[in-house]
């Protein structure tokens, strides 16, 4: 099976070298044995189910890692989608089913963690729409749920992915991509554990907010 996500992976990152320029940037050094490392992926500023584009930065050797491990969390209106949802389905080996409430699918979800996983999140829940705001209208901030996914993983590295945003592309709502545009996007490499160590010294209340925090300040400050 992850033979065909692998293909998948690899047909998403070609396409993105075909058709896209990539303006980005690192925050951090990086080597081969970082990527092998990797045990989360957290994309900042969701704007756009356009995102695998994204894969045209990292090596081929991790795409076959994540079409072995690759865990995500997908909304279940999303799954359901005709194309879409079979495309993120053959993309990603393992797509669990979530409500976008903090019920029992989130718990489902996190219970079902373990170190094979490469897990993926997009710690805003949901998409920007082109007004900065939700589908609802509501303004756009981290979730906690992120916090429940570092709580599971002791080792490994973090991915960050800062993304300049993809409303040039493919906004909600619309069905087809634009092509031969410039894409913006900068990435980090951390260790988990050495990311969570500065929170350890608070509570579990602020540190859970701390978290959340970080990851605003992140994204307001890294997002090109």
Request: charged share 25%; net charge positive.
């Amino acid at each position: 099976m992850h033979y065909i996500s692998f293909f998948f992976l690899v047909l998403c990152k070609l396409l993105a070298k075909f058709f896209y320029r990539f303006d980005q940037h690192w925050y951090s050094s990086h080597q081969n044995d970082d990527w092998r490392k990797v045990k989360v992926i957290i994309i900042l500023n969701h704007t756009s189910l356009f995102e695998p584009i994204f894969l045209r930065s990292v090596p081929t050797s991790f795409l076959w890692q994540l079409s072995k491990h690759l865990t995500l969390p997908a909304a279940e209106e999303t799954l359901k989608r005709p194309v879409v949802g079979k495309l993120l389905k053959a993309l990603v080996p393992k797509c669990i089913p979530i409500s976008r409430k903090y019920d029992e699918s989130w718990d489902n979800f996190i219970n079902q963690i373990c170190n094979q996983n490469i897990l993926a999140i997009m710690p805003e829940g949901r998409m920007k729409r082109r007004d900065g705001l939700d589908k609802h209208g509501k303004a756009m901030d981290i979730k906690i749920g992120v916090v429940d996914i570092l709580s599971k993983i002791n080792r490994g590295n973090i991915l960050f992915v800062y993304s300049g945003g993809l409303h040039h592309v493919q906004s909600p709502g619309d069905k087809l991509p634009k092509l031969f545009k410039t894409i913006k996007v900068n990435f980090e490499i951390t260790d988990v554990e050495n990311y969570k160590q500065s929170f350890y010294h608070l509570d579990k209340g602020v540190y859970q907010q701390a978290i959340i925090s970080d990851l605003q300040h992140r994204l307001n400050h890294k997002s090109p």
